[in-house]
């Protein structure tokens, strides 16, 4: 018994060193390290973006994570979906459920709610409620306008990020500071939008802007409104909604 305590406690003592390069940062430090372990971030879609996302988050010990999504592993969400791999396409298991397996592989310690649903108007509220951040990993306007109302209604930051062919954009909305996407776009696109399904994707185009997403945020939680649009305005989100 005692031999298996003292193997915990080594196993942690070991596990506390998991962070040190990150707190040496002096932009997190061990201040923000602490923040991060008492964040919870949504991560709604858990395709190529929503895996890479969930991965660097989980990994940099954000304390918890929750996923959301409603589709199942195929084999052509192999080529680019990190957290995925052929045993998960075989089976057909659920995307959020892969990914949360997956993360509990390389960090134990925090808290991953896998949700296989869609998000919609009637439980917006539940998948979306008492988080400190949204992450948008969807493929569609419709979700999109769907957090983004959410994230003014209740001032909580979200992330646009999108991603096709070879390219990739992102931007940062936090109510009362920036404009939302309902101030850009009023109105979702019309007509034939491109997808992965119809253009295709780079796996790199999904990685490549994750590395702005960060230092746009200034990490979880915070942020600061230099990556964001400038507000504008009489626009939906300036009118105190
Ligand atoms: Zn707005």
Redesign the pocket.
Known sequence: MGKVIGKVIALEMHMNDRYSRQVLFKEIGAEGQKKLSQSRVVIVGCGATGSALASLLARSGVGTLRIVDRDYVEPSNLQRQALFDENDAHESVPKAIAAARQIARFNSQIIVEPHVADLTPANVDSLLGGSDLILDGTDNFETRYLINDYA?KNSVAWIYAAAVGSYAATMNILPGET??L??IFPESPRGTVETCETAGILNSADTAFLGRLDERTGGVGGGSSSGGMPHLPG????SGG
């Open positions: 003014v404009a939302c309902a101030c626009r939906l989100c300036s």
